[in-house]
């Protein structure tokens, strides 16, 4: 019983510590400017594949772009929703909003 009760604990905690660590907020004062890429977008490997716009992503202390790629939609049905920045004005700067699949 004990052992049961442990488990469930550690799974609860686990998936609160989760929930928190994926909202996290980097904010930046000014937000920075996706690089000019001038080359054609490669060829999609299947027709099923949908191409993802380049996002910026946190690394060590500040944003960096990631080029775009093709992938292939989460679940039938998806759609991507493009990241964006959006401003944070409580702590006076911006921060990334990762794309993400959504059901349609």
């Known amino acids: 019983m004990k052992k049961n009760l442990l488990k469930i604990s550690f799974v609860f905690i686990a998936a609160v510590l989760m929930q928190f660590s994926s909202q996290a907020q980097f904010v930046v004062k000014v937000r920075p400017n996706a690089p ?9 490997p299947s027709p099923r594949h949908v191409w993802i716009d380049g996002e ?17 939609p989460a679940y039938r049905g998806a759609r991507w929703i493009r990241g964006h920045w959006k401003q944070n004005p409580r702590r006076g700067g911006w921060y990334w909003v990762p794309g993400h699949w959504r059901r349609r």
């Open 36 to 44: 000019v890429v001038v080359r054609a977008r490669p060829v999609a």
């Open 56 to 72: 910026w992503v946190w690394r060590g202390n500040q944003y960096v772009y990631t080029e775009g790629r093709w992938m292939l």
